[in-house]
């Protein structure tokens, strides 16, 4: 259950094609192999009111998070995190190297006591 939420500030639409830093995200995900390919899922947040460090009205943020079900080791979620944090980066580059804009990343596991789910889509991909 590898979820990715993408918190921006509103002040981002019209900067970043958001459905391509999904897509993005999505790649480098499956890419490591930690993931199985039905349950990743990549969704954007817009902020439309936010306070950033200085409270100059060009900055502006990305905060990406990702929970993910318990069961892998802090090495896989390292390499797994820093995959995905790599490539959000090069997406990002431009608004990087500007003066005004913050990047994080945080990974959670999920309480698989406290979680409910139901997934049509994994038997779908797994008959393939």
């Known amino acids: 259950m590898p979820h990715f939420t993408i918190e921006y500030s509103a002040n981002l639409d019209g900067k970043v094609d958001l ?14 192999g930690v993931f199985e390919t039905g349950a990743v899922r990549v969704r954007t947040v ?7 460090a200085d409270d100059l009205p060009e900055n502006a943020f990305v905060d990406l ?6 069961g892998r080791s802090v090495e896989t979620r390292k390499q797994a995190g ?22 994080s990343f945080e990974i959670r596991e999920i309480d698989p006591e406290l979680s409910w789910r139901r997934n049509s889509i994994h038997p779908r991909l797994r008959q393939t």
């Open 82 to 103: 820093e995959t995905v944090f790599r490539a959000v980066e090069d997406f990002l580059a431009p608004l990087l190297a500007t003066p005004n804009f913050a990047l």
């Open 19 to 32: 459905d391509a830093l999904c897509r993005t995200i999505l790649k480098a995900a499956l890419s490591t």
């Open 65 to 70: 998070s990702l929970r993910m079900g318990t």
């Open 46 to 52: 817009r902020c439309e009111h936010f306070a950033i």
